[in-house]
Structures are given as C-alpha cells and as structure tokens.
C-alpha cells in the first residue's frame, strides 16, 4: 500500500523492532523502568529542559501540559487551527476545566502577538485568569520562523504567562530550517514531540518542561491512565527514532516539494495556493472530482488518501519513495483518462 494519508502511518524498521526486542524493562509507575527512564533523560538533555515524561500519544502530551500549567478556571491563548484546540476532542475544557482562547491563524502559521497581547485578560474577577499561550510548530507543514518564537517568548515574559509548544512535527521544523533542536527548543517553559510520527515510532510521545511541571503532569497522566508498565519496549523505539531518523526527514520534504509540483498534472488538482515547506501537501481539487470514487479507485490500485481532508492533504514519511509518488501519478491520471 502507498499509503499517503499521514506520517503517523510509518512502520518500525527492523533496527527499531530488534531494540524493542531486546530493551531492558521495569514497571514504569513505579519508575523501575531503565530504557523509559534513559530516554525520559536522554530527551531532557537534548532539548534542554530538566526533566521529560514519556505518554502515550501526542493528545495526551499536550493535555498534560495545560492541565499542568493552568488551574481550573484559568485558560490558554491558541490559534484557530491549533491541534490542541480543534483536533483533542475538547480534552483541556472537558478533563482540565481550563478554557481555550483561540485567535485565527495568520497565513504563515503564526499567532498575530498583537492580537495575542489584546485578549490578554485583566486581573478581574469577570475572567477566566490567562495563564498560557500555545504554539504549534510544524502547523499544517509550515514554519514558525525563529524570531517569531523569541518575539512570543518576551511578550509571555513580559505578561507572566507560560510559553507552551505542541511540537508533534518539530523535528521536520528543525530540518526544514537546518538549525539545532534548541535553537527551537530554548523559547519554552514546555515541549510536545510526537515520536509516532515522521520519527518513526509505532507508539509515544514526550512532554518536556522543569522538575516542578513533569511532576505535576506525571499524577495527572496517571489520573487519566496513562501509566505504563513495561513500556520499555516503546520508549526503546523513541530512543532509536530521536537518535537515528531525524535527518533522513529531509527527504520526506524533497518528496512532498516533487509530490506538489507533480499533482498539477492532474486535471482539477492545484497546489499553487500553499507552498510546501516540510512534509504535508496541500492542493485544492475541483468541486465537480467526486473525491470519494476517486480516492476508492485510488484505494482498489494499492493507493491510500484521504478524500477532501482540508481541500486535500497528502504526506509524505519513510514508507514513501520518489517512485510511490510516480505511481500515483501514473494511477491518477489513468483515472481521468478513462
Ligand atoms: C498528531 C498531532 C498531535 C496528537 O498526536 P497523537 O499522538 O495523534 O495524539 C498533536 N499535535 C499536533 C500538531 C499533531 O500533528
């Protein structure tokens, strides 16, 4: 199958199954654990904070961080399009009693900090108590340019409040932008990766913040059940995602660049409105394509999309060569033709 529906459809390589095999494990919720416990140390060093917890998924990861950094009653400023305000099932509102703050999403991915400072709420009993501001990076494939961090990290400074990243694809930020984890890094009070995604794990994520927040997030992860056993096993699998498979992400970009100049020979499908930064494509496909009988006799022919995701989004991730991208092609324009 050519599977282009997300990067969280990656397969463990065999060095990744061979390290799961043979991963020393405990039980974790008693912290006995010696391969989740190096990597919760090794993930810490490397981007700089003092302390990281390893959770099941990247939903979890971010609702452990604004239920961490916020009370009950207080909220968090997002974007519009933020994973963790549209795409977690209303998790901080429903579980944290913590309110979102969103603000529509520039073009280029952004939070307009002017608009970020407006909503800003007064020490006034009439409101809920602005306690964080949240970032995404990648966000829908693009970009936070680096001095747009440092310009939110003084402004969360200058109001108190704490500088949270879901940082699901900001490895794919890191290479796109050729920089050191931390020049991203360094901004924030906390941190989400996604380790299941273009990384390659089959399960996991981390949360990263100081000794005081992991704490406080590890009591609620195990109030919502997220306490693992020997979860050895996958944490062995994110070692070897963070330590072998960030640079080949390069090539998941030169492929989504060759995917999006390459759909424009199908009739009906343009991707000139975005512009492709990283690993996500998307294109705008003509009303009158029936999306659905499309993407099933994509689907007949061995390849998998999701019809009319956002206009159309494609992406690209180790299990998709230049040739799979050729193939498609070479499907889709049959299809027109016949
Ligand atoms: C995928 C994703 C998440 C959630 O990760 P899951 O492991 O699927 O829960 C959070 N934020 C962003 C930006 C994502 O892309």
Do not use: W
């Amino acid at each position: 199958m050519i599977d282009l529906r997300s990067d969280t459809v990656t397969q463990p390589c065999k060095d990744m199954r061979r390290l799961m095999s043979n991963a020393m494990v405990g039980d974790d919720v008693y912290g006995d654990d010696p391969t989740v416990n190096e990597l919760e140390r090794y993930s810490a060093t490397t981007h700089g904070f003092d302390a990281s917890l390893f959770v099941t998924s990247g939903t979890q990861a971010n609702l452990l961080a604004i239920m961490a950094h916020c009370e009950r009653g207080e909220e968090y400023i997002c974007g519009q399009s933020a994973h963790n305000y549209r795409y977690e099932a209303g998790g901080a509102a429903v579980l944290g009693s913590v309110q979102p703050q969103p603000i529509e999403n520039e073009a280029d991915g952004s939070i307009c900090l002017d608009k970020v400072r407006s909503v800003i709420k007064p020490n006034d009993f009439h409101f809920a108590k602005t306690k964080m501001l949240s970032l995404e990076n990648t966000i829908g494939g693009k970009v936070l340019a680096l001095d747009y961090l440092s310009s939110a990290r003084a402004l969360t400074k200058k109001y108190g409040l704490k500088l949270h990243l879901d940082g699901a694809r900001v490895y794919n930020a890191k290479v796109a932008l050729n920089v050191d984890i931390q020049d991203i890094s360094k901004h924030f009070d906390s941190m989400t990766i996604c380790l299941s995604k273009g990384l390659g794990a089959p399960v996991g994520s981390l949360l990263l913040g100081d000794v005081e927040l992991i704490d406080k997030a590890r009591r609620i992860r195990k109030m919502l059940g997220g306490g693992m056993r020997q979860a050895g096993i996958l944490a062995a699998a994110g070692l070897y995602a963070l330590k072998n498979n960030v640079e080949r992400l390069a090539e998941d970009h030169d492929n989504a660049a060759y995917l999006a100049q390459r759909v424009n020979e199908l009739p009906g499908f343009d991707s000139s409105a975005y512009q492709v930064q990283t690993n996500l494509v998307f294109l705008d496909v003509n009303q009158e394509i029936d999306m659905m009988q499309f993407s099933k006799a994509m689907f007949d022919q061995g390849i998998n999309i999701t019809p009319g995701y956002q206009g159309m989004r494609l992406v690209t991730h180790s299990g998709i060569k230049r040739a799979d991208i050729d193939t498609f092609i070479d499907k889709a324009k049959q299809y027109f033709r016949d």
